[in-house]
């Protein structure tokens, strides 16, 4: 049949499509680490006529596991747990994984999906503004190499570019004057050898107890500088060390259980699960006067004293008076005990200022160093890296001021088409979170395919689902050991604006269908019936399309449904 039989419609309630038709759509993503790579996957498999450009301003993916190259860096999740639920990797080297194997996964990754051709690396985003009237989004990017400055628009932007990505110098005094070497831990030197300097560390949150145990051994001094305090904790899954070597921190795996792994998928992933499952039943302890939560107050209380018995007065300044998880909870395998080494010293005294040769704490003391390394963390406000323009040229970081107010963290009202990666209200304080950011990206597919087939032209959360979800947020934290007073990076203003509202299986599960009913639509043609066509399907059109594709699952009247049940299995596998 010909496609110009549209032309003789003209009510306004026949869109000229039909039924079936897919709405090209053009989507921009910036950042190119774990969730870049999974919006490479999904998006791709969810959706048809899909132009795609992911920009990221390294010159390679990873995100975090790419910029992070400190000494000791590492995830402090099992391995066999920080890994996608669809790509298992049975060859982990060692329990806890070192940022270049992880690095590596995410390359395999990539490379198996064939993801890179999506990418444009060393380009970073400035800018991104809504207009309305095309109703496309403009992105205004600087190519790090050339330093070329040019634009590109997109029907939808995802952002993926992360909460610790930002990484911040730490406000003090004549830290410029400083004549030896200056190093933050997220933009470490690869070329700086430590063996043999006077170094400081200022920091302890999760960096710089990593570093300061793995270089302490080859330093002539140390000067640890902690303000705050901190509960260190036990390792997670940590019994599974101790199983190994009671006085072990990590170990690897033998080349015996790696190749019993690769050969039985079964044997492995019944591991897997062993750990997913211990991983995932810890969310009790977040609960304000639980039982758990007070066993694990005295378990790390008793851990820490034990660890700082050679330095009792070390252990007398960091433990806390607030309880467990209510800032970031950090496992620092050895770390307690190198600070009882005789070449560390804690400093809790504060910074007065930075000196030409050193650091001069308010006591008057100077204590003159070659290096300091900072591990003072990232901005973690949520206000932004670039400026994001939505509806009326209303600025997100502005909207975000006093409340950071997401609908599922995903999506906010005022920025039609814009979707996010690790928004406010997304990251986790007990469980897995690599699986939430798989139903993330699952979730923004599902919008986007959404989009293309019902004759959508733009979707955004409703006010009400905006100001529902934030509102949930305070409420549930009321209840949970992240509103007490501690100095958090998941709080910003006061509110716990880091963290889902729950657990993470609570997220995956809401998270996993959309309910349309919490957003609004704008239509291609202005048709809130556009859906529906033309009364044309694009089989109906297609010369040699198959037009009895519905009888493809036929069934024998005279077959037994066990018998069906078997086929259908033998044609799965």
């Known amino acids: 049949m010909p496609s110009s039989a549209t032309h003789f419609l003209s009510s306004s309630i026949v869109s000229a499509r039909s039924v079936d ?7 921009i993503c910036i950042g190119a680490g774990i969730s870049g790579i999974l919006a490479a996957i999904r998006l791709p498999e969810k959706l048809e006529k899909l132009e795609l450009v992911i920009y990221d301003k390294n010159e390679e ?13 590492a995830c402090d ?6 890994q996608l639920s669809f790509e298992a990797n049975p060859a982990w080297s060692s329990f806890y994984a070192r940022a ?3 690095l590596e996964y995410w390359n395999r990754v990539a490379d198996k999906y064939g993801v890179r051709k999506y990418m444009r690396l060393s380009h970073k985003a400035l800018e991104a503004k809504w207009d309305t009237q095309s109703a496309k989004w403009t992105v205004r990017l600087e190519n790090v190499k050339t330093k070329q400055i040019f634009e590109d628009s997109a029907d939808v932007i995802i952002s993926a570019i992360g909460v610790l990505n930002e990484w911040r110098m730490p406000k003090l005094t004549g830290l410029d004057d400083f004549k030896g070497k200056l190093i933050h831990s997220a933009a470490w030197d690869e070329h700086f050898r430590h063996e043999g300097k006077k170094l400081a560390v200022i920091g302890a949150g999760s960096s710089g107890i990593q570093i300061v145990p793995h270089i302490q051994p080859d330093v002539e001094r140390l000067d640890h500088y902690v303000r705050g305090k901190t509960w260190i904790a036990t390792t997670l899954s940590g019994e599974e060390v101790k199983k190994r070597d009671d006085t072990a921190s990590n170990f690897d795996f033998t080349e015996d259980e790696i190749k019993a792994w690769q050969q039985d998928p079964g044997l492995y992933l019944a591991y897997r699960k062993k750990l997913e ?6 969310h009790i302890i977040t609960q304000r006067g639980s039982t758990a939560q007070k066993e694990a107050r005295e378990l790390f209380t008793k851990l820490m004293t034990d660890r700082l018995a050679k330095k009792p007065k070390i252990a007398k300044h960091m433990l806390p008076d607030f309880p467990p998880l209510c800032k970031r909870l950090t496992p620092g395998p050895g770390y307690l005990e190198s600070l009882t080494r005789e070449n560390v010293e804690v400093i809790a005294t504060a910074i007065e200022r930075i000196t030409a040769t050193g650091i001069r704490t308010t006591d008057g003391k100077l204590r003159e160093v070659d290096t300091i390394v900072c591990a003072t963390g990232f901005d973690t406000t949520f206000q932004n890296r670039f400026p994001i323009y939505g509806l009326s040229g209303q600025k997100l970081g502005t909207k975000w001021q006093k409340r950071a107010s997401t609908y599922l963290s995903i999506t906010t009202d005022d920025f039609p088409n814009y979707f996010m990666a690790l928004g406010p209200n997304s990251g986790l304080g007990t469980g897995n979170l690599l699986i939430v950011l798989e139903r993330m990206a699952e979730y923004t597919a599902t919008v986007l395919a959404k989009m293309q087939t019902e004759n959508i032209l733009t979707i955004q959360p409703t006010p009400r689902a905006v100001a529902n979800f934030s509102d949930f947020c305070d409420a549930y934290f009321a209840g949970t050991v992240y509103s007490e007073e501690c ?10 604006t880091a963290l889902w509202p729950g657990s993470s299986l609570h997220a995956i599960k809401a998270l996993e269908k959309p309910r349309w009913e919490d957003f609004e639509y704008t ?3 202005g048709n809130g019936f556009g859906w529906f066509g033309d009364g044309w399907s694009e089989r109906d059109r297609g010369d040699g399309a198959d037009r009895t594709y519905y009888l493809d699952g036929q069934r024998m009247l005279d077959q037994r449904l066990e018998e069906r049940g078997e086929e259908n299995g033998r044609r799965r596998e």
């Open 21 to 27: 038709a897919v709405r090209p759509l053009k989507v």
């Open 61 to 73: 993916l990873g995100g975090t596991w790419y910029e992070n190259k400190y000494p000791g860096c």
């Open 77 to 82: 999740i099992p391995a066999h747990c920080y």
């Open 100 to 102: 270049p194997e992880i």
């Open 277 to 282: 499952h211990g991983l995932q039943s810890d």
């Open 487 to 496: 100095s958090s990076w998941y709080k910003s203003g006061g509110r716990v």
């Open 523 to 525: 239509y291609v043609d």
